[in-house]
């Protein structure tokens, strides 16, 4: 049974199979980990490309090195619902996006394919979009209805629950949905705060999300390393059921890696599994 928003996966790993029967809600099977990712390589990057007439961000260099690593570890972009496993179709990121009046909180859409240039391009649309401050993304649009009518918040929610459940939701809502992406990830540093381990929702499909914070300075790693280095620190919360643990630390490491040297990012990706479409899932 396929989604609108995933491929169902029947053949894999019978533990992880099993998993979701035992481990039922995302709150059950959170896991933790804490990165820390020196700044230099980043801001040295970000120097050489404005240089050269080119903006990019440290939030987009973060998300283009997500983008890369599923492209080469593509459970990291599966989700669980109804003990079911699926491959998602496409990566989704969900992000915050303050505005003169508040915050909203919308998503946008990456390919595994995507570079560094893209993703950055991709990045700025959305924000710019998002800031508008008479727009109305479609995530205010549908909690504006929700709390709008009287008696519609309860009642409405708990049907988009009982249809996402079952794998009911049409695309229409799963678009608008805050909560059925790939990632969700926050910059705390931007304003004054320690990176935090942010709970994953039970509700929708987001398996992982991820909070950054304050810069720190961090004893260097390494065989004869001494002294400290610059790092950005992220508090990741995931779902333990859509993967190992040695293939998660197989991902944040090639995450790591592709940090320390952002010209990794460039150009298509050497290994681009878009899992979704796979035959005999």
Excluded at 122 to 146: G, H, M, W
Excluded at 178 to 201: C, D, K, Q, R, W
Excluded at 245 to 263: C, I, M, Q, T, W
């Amino acid at each position: 049974m396929s989604r609108v928003d995933g491929v169902r996966i029947k053949h894999g790993d019978p533990m992880y199979t099993v998993v979701p029967h035992i481990m039922t809600e995302r709150s059950d099977s959170m896991n933790m980990i804490e990165l820390f990712i020196p700044i230099k390589p980043m801001n040295l990057y970000i120097k050489e490309k404005r240089e050269q007439g080119i903006e990019i961000s440290h939030l987009a260099l973060i998300l283009a090195a997500f983008t890369r690593t599923v492209a080469e570890f593509p459970s990291l972009n599966r989700f669980i619902v109804n003990r079911k496993i699926y491959a998602r179709k496409g990566i989704q990121i969900g992000m915050v996006v303050l505005k003169p009046e508040g915050e909203t909180m919308n998503k946008f859409y990456l390919d595994p394919a995507d570079d560094i240039f893209t993703v950055n391009q991709k990045l700025l649309d959305y924000v710019t979009e998002n800031r508008k401050q008479a727009a109305e993304n479609p995530t205010d649009k549908i909690i504006s209805f929700l709390v709008g009518v009287p008696g519609v918040l309860r009642a409405g929610v708990a049907l988009i629950k009982w249809a996402d459940k079952h794998g009911l939701l049409p695309q229409a809502v799963v678009d608008m949905s805050p909560m059925h992406e790939s990632m969700v990830i926050t910059n705390l540093a931007s304003i004054g705060t320690n990176h935090i381990f942010h709970h994953i929702y039970n509700f929708g499909t987001v398996s992982e999300i991820v909070a950054m914070g304050n810069l720190r300075n961090m004893p260097k790693k390494g065989i004869g390393a001494t002294g400290f280095e610059r790092c950005l620190p992220m508090g990741v919360v995931m779902d333990e059921r859509i993967a190992s643990g040695v293939y998660f630390s197989r991902a944040f490491r090639k995450l790591e890696n592709y940090l320390k040297d952002p010209h990794l990012l460039e150009g298509p990706p050497e290994v681009c599994i878009r899992e979704w479409e796979q035959k005999g899932l």
